[in-house]
Protein backbone atom coordinates (compact mmCIF):
# COMPACT_ATOMS: atom_id res chain seq x y z
CA UNK A 1 0.00 0.00 0.00
CA UNK A 2 2.49 2.11 0.87
CA UNK A 3 4.13 1.61 -2.67
CA UNK A 4 1.36 2.75 -4.56
CA UNK A 5 0.48 5.61 -2.58
CA UNK A 6 -2.51 4.80 -1.41
CA UNK A 7 -4.59 6.61 1.13
CA UNK A 8 -5.99 4.68 3.50
CA UNK A 9 -8.85 5.84 5.81
CA UNK A 10 -10.35 3.71 8.87
CA UNK A 11 -14.48 4.41 9.19
CA UNK A 12 -16.07 3.15 12.73
CA UNK A 13 -19.39 1.33 11.92
CA UNK A 14 -21.14 2.25 14.88
CA UNK A 15 -20.47 6.09 15.34
CA UNK A 16 -19.36 7.00 11.65
CA UNK A 17 -15.69 8.66 12.13
CA UNK A 18 -13.28 8.58 9.97
CA UNK A 19 -9.28 8.13 10.98
CA UNK A 20 -6.47 8.55 8.83
CA UNK A 21 -4.62 5.47 9.11
CA UNK A 22 -0.26 5.79 9.78
CA UNK A 23 0.76 3.02 7.21
CA UNK A 24 4.35 4.01 8.12
CA UNK A 25 3.45 2.68 12.09
CA UNK A 26 1.57 -0.38 10.64
CA UNK A 27 4.35 -1.20 9.04
CA UNK A 28 6.81 -1.12 11.58
CA UNK A 29 4.38 -2.81 13.95
CA UNK A 30 3.68 -5.59 11.22
CA UNK A 31 5.79 -5.59 8.87
CA UNK A 32 5.75 -4.79 4.69
CA UNK A 33 3.93 -8.14 3.98
CA UNK A 34 0.72 -7.40 6.51
CA UNK A 35 -2.23 -6.99 4.77
CA UNK A 36 -5.72 -4.49 5.17
CA UNK A 37 -7.86 -6.15 3.12
CA UNK A 38 -11.19 -7.69 5.11
CA UNK A 39 -9.72 -6.80 8.33
CA UNK A 40 -11.34 -4.58 10.60
CA UNK A 41 -10.37 -2.91 14.55
CA UNK A 42 -11.22 -1.49 17.16
CA UNK A 43 -12.87 2.40 17.05
CA UNK A 44 -10.18 4.93 18.15
CA UNK A 45 -13.01 7.28 19.73
CA UNK A 46 -13.14 7.53 23.30
CA UNK A 47 -16.37 5.77 24.27
CA UNK A 48 -17.23 3.81 21.65
CA UNK A 49 -16.80 0.10 21.22
CA UNK A 50 -17.97 0.10 17.74
CA UNK A 51 -15.39 -1.78 15.18
CA UNK A 52 -13.68 -0.47 12.12
CA UNK A 53 -13.53 -1.12 8.64
CA UNK A 54 -10.86 0.12 5.83
CA UNK A 55 -11.40 2.29 2.71
CA UNK A 56 -8.86 3.41 0.15
CA UNK A 57 -8.22 5.84 -2.50
CA UNK A 58 -5.74 6.66 -4.85
CA UNK A 59 -6.05 10.20 -4.31
CA UNK A 60 -7.59 13.86 -3.03
CA UNK A 61 -10.06 13.91 -6.12
CA UNK A 62 -10.78 10.09 -6.00
CA UNK A 63 -13.41 8.77 -3.88
CA UNK A 64 -12.94 6.11 -1.27
CA UNK A 65 -13.60 2.52 -1.52
CA UNK A 66 -13.89 -0.15 1.19
CA UNK A 67 -11.03 -2.43 1.26
CA UNK A 68 -12.72 -5.85 1.13
CA UNK A 69 -13.49 -8.71 -0.93
CA UNK A 70 -16.68 -10.66 -1.57
CA UNK A 71 -15.51 -13.18 0.30
CA UNK A 72 -14.78 -11.22 3.92
CA UNK A 73 -18.18 -9.76 2.86
CA UNK A 74 -20.36 -12.99 2.53
CA UNK A 75 -18.44 -14.03 5.86
CA UNK A 76 -19.68 -11.20 8.35
CA UNK A 77 -23.42 -11.41 6.52
CA UNK A 78 -22.94 -15.17 7.92
CA UNK A 79 -21.88 -13.94 11.45
CA UNK A 80 -24.47 -11.62 11.66
CA UNK A 81 -27.18 -14.43 10.62
CA UNK A 82 -28.11 -12.63 7.18
CA UNK A 83 -26.42 -14.71 4.92
CA UNK A 84 -27.27 -18.05 3.80
CA UNK A 85 -24.83 -21.22 4.03
CA UNK A 86 -21.23 -20.31 3.86
CA UNK A 87 -19.30 -20.50 0.85
CA UNK A 88 -17.45 -23.87 0.83
CA UNK A 89 -14.12 -22.56 0.49
CA UNK A 90 -14.72 -20.36 3.41
CA UNK A 91 -12.78 -21.77 5.94
CA UNK A 92 -13.03 -21.47 9.85
CA UNK A 93 -10.70 -18.83 11.93
CA UNK A 94 -7.81 -20.07 12.88
CA UNK A 95 -7.61 -20.14 16.89
CA UNK A 96 -5.78 -18.23 18.85
CA UNK A 97 -2.23 -19.64 19.54
CA UNK A 98 -1.51 -20.64 23.26
CA UNK A 99 -0.15 -17.32 25.00
CA UNK A 100 2.37 -17.02 27.56
CA UNK A 101 1.54 -17.13 31.22
CA UNK A 102 0.61 -13.35 32.31
CA UNK A 103 0.07 -12.28 28.12
CA UNK A 104 -3.25 -11.71 26.67
CA UNK A 105 -4.27 -14.09 23.85
CA UNK A 106 -5.59 -11.83 21.54
CA UNK A 107 -2.40 -9.19 22.09
CA UNK A 108 -0.17 -12.60 21.49
CA UNK A 109 -2.31 -13.70 18.72
CA UNK A 110 -1.99 -9.95 17.18
CA UNK A 111 1.70 -9.53 17.56
CA UNK A 112 4.78 -10.25 15.46
CA UNK A 113 7.60 -11.93 16.22
CA UNK A 114 9.46 -7.94 17.73
CA UNK A 115 6.00 -7.02 19.91
CA UNK A 116 6.46 -11.01 21.32
CA UNK A 117 9.92 -10.11 22.19
CA UNK A 118 8.98 -7.05 24.18
CA UNK A 119 5.83 -9.03 25.38
CA UNK A 120 7.72 -11.71 27.05
CA UNK A 121 10.42 -9.08 28.21
CA UNK A 122 7.02 -6.78 30.01
CA UNK A 123 5.70 -10.10 31.50
CA UNK A 124 9.06 -11.22 33.50
CA UNK A 125 9.62 -7.46 34.40
Avoid: N
Avoid at 52 to 62: D, I, L
Avoid at 77 to 89: H, I, L, R, T, V
Wanted: aromatic share 8%.
Amino acid sequence: MRDHQLRIAAVCSKCRQWQKVDLDAIIMMRGRSFCLIDQRGPCRIYQCDGSAFFMWSTGESTPYRPLTTERGDRARMFAKGQGGEPSPDDEPPEPLPPAPAGISREAWARADSYERKRLLRQARG
